[in-house]
């Protein structure tokens, strides 16, 4: 199964932007779909962005449309999520997530956090307003 381990987290300030990464320890290229999630204190985890496995198509939630993006590199088995203008309300740990593709080849990305089976610690992003 595959393992997943985010970085690149931190403090910032509002309008600052950050660069996630996710780093897997197989090839997720045609193999899974990648998602990243965060939570906030108190509050439940949300779906953020994900990344079909072909790399070809991606989904992002209303709030984060238009200043994240997420992207991948097969050659490193690592996926981004690229956050610009971020704002106080982005404070959360982000979470890289995992689905795998099933035999059929159809993906549908899901953003429920119970279809995904492979989950990284978490990284801290922190901003400042």
């Known amino acids: 199964q595959v393992q997943l381990v985010e970085s690149g987290g931190g403090l910032v300030q509002a309008g600052d932007s950050l660069r996630l990464s996710c780093s897997a320890s197989?090839?997720?290229?045609?193999?899974?779909?990648i998602a990243w999630f965060r939570q906030a204190p108190g509050k439940e985890r949300e779906f953020v962005a994900a990344?079909?496995?072909?790399?070809?198509?991606?989904s992002y939630a209303d709030s984060v449309k238009g200043r994240f993006t997420i992207s991948g590199d097969a050659g490193k088995n690592t996926l981004y999520l690229q956050m610009n203008s971020l704002k106080a309300e982005d404070t959360a740990v982000y979470y890289c997530?995992?689905?795998?593709?099933?035999?059929?080849?159809?993906?549908?990305?899901?953003?429920?956090?119970?279809?995904?089976?492979?989950w990284g610690p978490g990284t801290q992003v922190t901003v400042s307003s």
């Open positions: 997530a995992a689905k795998r593709v099933g035999s059929s080849g159809i993906e549908i990305v899901s953003q429920s956090i119970r279809s995904y089976a492979y």
């Open positions: 197989e090839r997720t290229k045609n193999r899974y779909i």
């Open positions: 990344i079909k496995s072909t790399g070809g198509s991606t």
